[in-house]
């Protein structure tokens, strides 16, 4: 009985969350998206899709591309308060942005494993040289130190949740 009171409380902390997504501004800049869009490319977004025949790459506007890499950004952050602000340039969103062919993900766990930053020819996909002066997340912690703590706790959540499961078929 015990186990299947911790898998309720697991299920509760996980799926009582509203679903949100970070998304670009539609009144900022193209440059001002440009270096977002590097940031988060740079920084630990999964960037794959939106590279040329990737799933996300069409419409090839870099607001489309910008809000990809910052949702992903910020969903790899565990949705950490702060993690979609990037100077002002992105806002979350209840709405799923989501198209044809192209799924913006929704949690961590969904945001994909590609790290790696993407290059490529001038005005589009290039990983930063550096830090754009407070371009990233508006939080005081390290870059990956918030997104590490988070993984934890939501490895040590699925952990309790697998361990419930198995206890009740037993």
């Known amino acids: 009985m015990a186990a299947l009171a911790l898998l ?3 299920l509760a902390v996980v799926g009582g969350a509203d679903a949100a997504w970070c998304v670009c501004k539609s009144d900022v800049s193209d440059t001002a998206l ?5 940031y988060a490319c740079g920084a630990g977004a999964d960037c794959s899709s939106i590279i040329q ?3 996300c790459y069409n419409p090839n ?3 489309s591309h910008c809000s990809y890499a910052a949702n992903s950004y910020y969903q790899r952050k565990g949705q950490a308060q702060g993690a979609c602000d990037f100077s002002g340039t992105a806002t979350l969103t209840t709405t799923d942005p989501s198209y044809s062919g192209c799924t913006y993900p929704a949690t ?10 993407i290059t490529s020819t001038p005005g589009t996909l ?3 040289n550096g830090v754009f002066g407070g371009l990233g997340p508006s939080s005081n912690l390290p870059d990956n130190s918030g ?3 988070l993984s934890a706790a939501l490895a040590s959540l699925l952990s309790i949740g697998i361990c419930s499961w198995m206890a009740l078929l037993s």
């Open 34 to 38: 440009q270096k977002t869009l590097d």
């Open 8 to 10: 309720l409380l697991a």
């Open 108 to 117: 961590a766990s969904s945001a994909g494993t590609n790290s790696t930053p």
């Open 61 to 63: 506007t870099v607001r």
């Open 147 to 149: 997104g590490f703590l």
């Open 126 to 128: 290039s990983p930063p």
């Open 53 to 55: 025949n990737g799933a």
